[in-house]
Nanobody, 115 residues
């Protein structure tokens, strides 16, 4: 059974930082591209950052220079380090694991940026 379990969300003030974690089980982690998406209710889910099995990364323009995605094969974990957070970063953040045409999703973790 495939599971992606996110953690690390919460409430943070503007300008603050958070690190999200996603622990994967039931997949060959090193063979999957990992991603972080975010979604506001009623809107389309959007890609925030992705990292390939080889370590190549890509980011949404809105987070470039502020967010960093990484992965650790020893613990089957993907991370999203978020710095200089803005109120518009408030959303539910979802972890994904993709290989070929199939994608698994986590349950989501809420990030709220507010003073």
């Amino acid at each position: 059974q495939v599971q992606l379990v996110e953690s690390g969300g919460g409430l943070v003030e503007p300008g603050g930082s958070l690190t999200l974690s996603c622990v994967a089980s039931g997949i060959s982690f090193s063979m999957y591209g990992m991603g972080w998406y975010r979604q506001t209710p009623g809107k389309q889910r959007e890609l925030v950052a992705g990292i390939s099995p080889g370590g190549g990364t890509n980011y949404a323009d809105s987070v470039k220079g502020r967010f960093a995605i990484s992965r650790e094969s020893a613990s089957n974990t993907a991370y999203l380090r978020m710095n200089s957070l803005k109120p518009e970063d408030t959303d539910v953040y979802y972890c994904s694991a993709s290989r070929r045409t199939y994608t698994y999703w986590g349950q989501g973790t809420q990030v709220t940026v507010s003073s």
